[in-house]
């Protein structure tokens, strides 16, 4: 009976917490798309600040990131093809390892890092300090003031991170390629190119809009949940963080094996 | 208590003359009731005390007040209208007329003190940035943070914090301002300097004004009327003359400032909380 309740009751959980995670999703997309018709303000600059903060700053780390990534693939890729003397389909391993799972998944894990960890951080803040209560008594809901930029950015700028992320890993695999393999340059790119397929990049890019829906979704619910005291902003954080990465995991597989089934054979 | 309205809740006639009327007020936090159904009227202009202890409710109060907390039971009419049954919608429409100053000032820690006590006005009028910033410049000079505009709020003292949520309070010429201990955690200078500052605004703007605090000084330099809550209920309402000249044991006990034999346990703590005694934990 003890084990049927816990059962029961963790799945009541989940359920109320993906329900509050679509809530906030829903009512930013009012906020962003219909508000607007009906003649409600939408800031954008609020959108492009958190733009910025998301894309252009974390630039650098996802580029270091997925090039040291794409090197890894390549030296894992020859390891095994080197045996059976086939290292010129190392550049299609890594194109399509890359476009499909790494690019988008490296990327949502160092969004989560950066970003992620820093809505909930920001949101419990202001919860704790009472900065939430201040713009409700000021007739601002704090979901479009705070939640819907955050939405809109995360929303552009995970799927552009994702494609700076593919490039930069593909680079770190012709490194590879060019210096241990026998591969030019010209061959390694037109290898890859070979390889992919448009269908490849896209559905990382889906991929890669999903996560960041996710991300500010748990990110946004993690600080909106945090309790009294200033230690409780940790914990959401911590938690903002680790939500985020079991989410983006299985959001990854569904979405995987949706487009496993899907493709054409 | 002297002066209370006791229509029931549910009289739909709104009353007149008063800012603020509040009938049978009831607020619960899950199933346990903290306010036990509350009534008293603030007349327009003059500014009521809410006294009481900690853990007395009269926070709960204010934040109920405010639209921070959904009443169980009961009525709030400001401006005519049941604040306590409105559609969000109409209760925000009702929130532009409402200024309110939390106990840390609550200014938005990423904005300028300029910023914060602008948003409200980018947000709800149509006004151009030139003349938000002539107003905001205004809001500043009335609570004397003149030239503070750039600084962050981290970078203020907490007296100074605590004008410059006054000023956002006030950016959209509130015709009710609610104040969450003003002087808490501010020396006593600078304490009685928000005192005036409340006392100045009151004067030139004939702002109706409600504050919450325990500073017994404070209260009775700045309030018109007072009332005293004890475990969620209200023991006194009067003019600061009546409270102060009151038999009324528990009002005695606060501003005689006679202390309370120490709680004991949690029983105790959650009976002093809410008036109950709570069912016996299994």
Not at chain 1, 155 to 177: E, I, Q, S, Y
Request: glycine letters at 10%; charged letters at 20%; aromatic letters at 6%.
């Amino acid at each position: 009976m003890a084990i049927t309740e816990t059962i029961g009751s963790a799945t009541i959980n989940g359920l109320a917490y993906i329900g509050g995670l679509a809530r906030l999703a829903g009512s930013s997309v009012r906020t962003i798309f219909i508000e607007p018709i009906r003649g409600k303000k939408f800031h954008f600059g609020r959108a492009v600040h958190q733009a910025m903060a998301v894309g252009v700053e974390a630039l650098p780390i996802v580029s270091l990131i997925s090039f040291f990534i794409g090197t890894i693939l390549a030296l894992n890729a020859a390891y095994e093809l080197r045996k059976f003397g086939a290292m010129q389909v190392v550049a299609s391993a890594v194109a399509i390892s890359m476009t499909r799972e790494l690019g988008p998944l490296m990327t949502a894990v160092v969004v989560i890092g950066r970003s992620g960890s820093a809505f909930a951080a920001e949101i419990g803040t202001m919860k704790v300090n009472e900065e939430i209560d201040a713009l409700e008594t000021m007739a601002l809901e704090p979901v479009d003031f705070l939640v819907a930029p955050k939405f809109l950015a995360m929303l552009l700028m995970v799927p552009c991170l994702t494609v700076w992320a593919d490039f930069m890993g593909v680079l770190g695999g012709g490194v590879f390629g060019v210096s241990a393999a026998s591969f030019t340059w010209g061959s390694y790119i037109s290898a890859t190119l070979d390889a992919l397929q448009s269908r490849d990049i896209t559905n990382g890019l889906i991929k890669a809009a999903m996560f960041g829906l996710v991300i500010t979704a748990v990110g946004c619910q993690e600080g909106f949940s945090t309790g009294l005291g200033s230690e409780q902003v940790g914990r959401s954080t911590t938690s903002a963080v680790v939500k985020s990465i079991f989410m983006v995991v299985v959001v990854d597989l569904i979405f995987t094996a949706i487009f496993y089934l899907t493709a054409p054979r | 208590m002297a002066s209370i309205p006791t229509s029931k809740g549910d009289n739909p006639q709104a009353p007149t003359g008063a800012a603020i009327s509040v009938r049978n007020l009831r607020v619960n936090y899950g199933s346990r009731e903290i306010l036990h159904g509350i009534n008293f009227e603030v007349p327009a202009g003059e500014t009521l005390v809410i006294l009481g202890g900690s853990g007395s409710g009269k926070s709960t109060l204010l934040r109920t007040l405010v639209g921070l907390e959904t009443p169980s039971g009961g009525e709030i009419w400001m401006r005519g209208k049941n604040f306590a049954a409105m559609s969000e919608e109409d209760r925000d429409e009702l929130r532009k007329k409402m200024g309110m100053s939390f106990q840390g000032g609550a200014l938005f820690g990423s904005m300028t003190v300029g910023e914060n006590v602008a948003l409200a006005l980018q947000e709800h009028t149509e006004l151009d940035e030139s003349t938000i910033e002539i107003m905001v410049r205004l809001k500043l000079d009335q609570v004397g943070l003149s030239g503070f505009e750039n600084y962050m709020p981290a970078q203020l003292s907490g007296g100074m914090k605590k004008r410059a949520a006054i000023a956002r309070a006030l950016s959209m010429d509130p015709e009710i301002l609610f104040f969450d201990e003003p002087s808490a955690g501010l020396d006593p200078i600078i304490a009685a300097g928000i005192d005036d500052l409340i006392l100045k605004l009151k004067k030139a703007f004939r702002i109706t004004i409600v504050v919450v605090t325990h500073e017994l000084a404070s209260a009775f330099l700045i309030a018109d009327r007072m009332i005293l809550l004890d475990k969620g209920v209200i023991v006194a309402n009067g003019t600061t003359k009546e409270l102060q000249a009151s038999s009324q044991p528990r009002v005695r006990q606060f501003l005689d400032r006679i202390p309370e034999p120490e709680l004991t346990g949690e029983i105790d703590y959650l009976q002093m909380l809410t008036g109950d005694v709570p069912p016996i934990r299994q």
